[in-house]
């Protein structure tokens, strides 16, 4: 039984992170839209953020964006803004 719950809860923080990855690619695509990128250029810049390609700093300052903006424009939550960059044409 105890492997089981091992497997489960691996399991659900794997998909914690994956959730906040997708989090923070939306709110990059979003900014990148306000910037006047286009909806394809904006998901090819916002695809890279957890990569090998992409520097740890720029990482953090996206996630540290995304958290603002989560806080200031949707009560702290993930998955509005994650619906409205959908609506946006995000790829996620």
Same mark, same amino acid.
């Given at each position: 039984m /105890? +492997?089981i719950l091992i497997?489960?809860?691996?399991? /659900?923080a794997?998909?914690?992170?994956a959730q906040r990855k !997708? *989090?923070? @690619?939306?709110a &990059? *695509? /979003?900014s @990148?839209l #306000?910037a006047g &990128?286009?909806v394809?250029? $904006?998901?090819?810049?916002s695809?890279?953020? *957890?990569?090998r390609?992409?520097p740890?700093?720029? @990482?953090s300052l =996206?996630? #540290? @964006? $995304?958290? !603002? #903006?989560? =806080?200031?424009n949707y009560n %702290?939550?993930?998955? +509005?803004l994650? &619906?409205?960059?959908l609506?946006? %044409?995000f #790829? %996620?």
């Amino acid at each position: 039984m /105890l +492997p089981i719950l091992i497997a489960v809860l691996v399991w /659900l923080a794997a998909l914690k992170v994956a959730q906040r990855k !997708r *989090f923070v @690619r939306a709110a &990059e *695509f /979003l900014s @990148r839209l #306000e910037a006047g &990128e286009t909806v394809s250029d $904006a998901n090819a810049a916002s695809s890279l953020l *957890f990569t090998r390609h992409c520097p740890d700093d720029l @990482r953090s300052l =996206a996630t #540290e @964006r $995304a958290n !603002r #903006e989560a =806080a200031i424009n949707y009560n %702290g939550k993930q998955m +509005p803004l994650i &619906e409205f960059a959908l609506s946006k %044409g995000f #790829e %996620g």
